[in-house]
């Protein structure tokens, strides 16, 4: 079992930049692909990106493509995801995800092919 926790969400100016961060604890990092997802108000749950357990393969949605970086540092058990050139529409609760049956092709399904979930961090980003 691996344990979730996000951190790092708060209110940014349109344009803006800020860093989300997931630890892990229960078991190593590198046991897991991992992933962040995220719930605007009023919509479903969406992928964002997700990133493979060594950090050699990155996911990308469309909407998130080029203005945010997803990475790993599995000695300190944490992922985060860079935000930059951040949108009104990128308000949303943002949720980090793992699994340990990495298939890049349930990303876009429901439930995002991943198996343990963080409670997730709000990031608003104002006009």
């Known amino acids: 079992q691996v344990q979730l926790v996000e951190s790092g969400g708060g209110l940014v100016q349109a344009g803006g930049s800020l860093r989300v961060s997931c630890a892990a604890s229960?078991?190593?990092?590198?046991?897991?692909?991992m992933g962040w997802f995220r719930q605007a108000p009023g919509k479903e749950r969406e992928f964002v990106a997700a990133i493979s357990r060594y950090g050699f393969s990155t996911y990308y949605s469309d909407s998130v493509k080029g203005r945010f970086t997803i990475s790993r540092d599995n000695a300190k058990n944490t992922v985060y995801l860079q935000m930059n050139s951040l949108k009104p529409e990128d308000t949303a609760v943002y949720y980090c995800?793992?699994?340990?049956?990495?298939?890049?092709?349930?990303?876009?399904?429901?439930?995002?092919?991943?198996?343990?979930w963080g409670k997730g961090t709000l990031v608003t980003v104002s006009s």
């Open positions: 229960g078991r190593t990092a590198s046991s897991y692909a």
């Open positions: 995800a793992a699994t340990a049956t990495f298939d890049y092709k349930r990303i876009w399904t429901p439930g995002g092919g991943m198996d343990y």
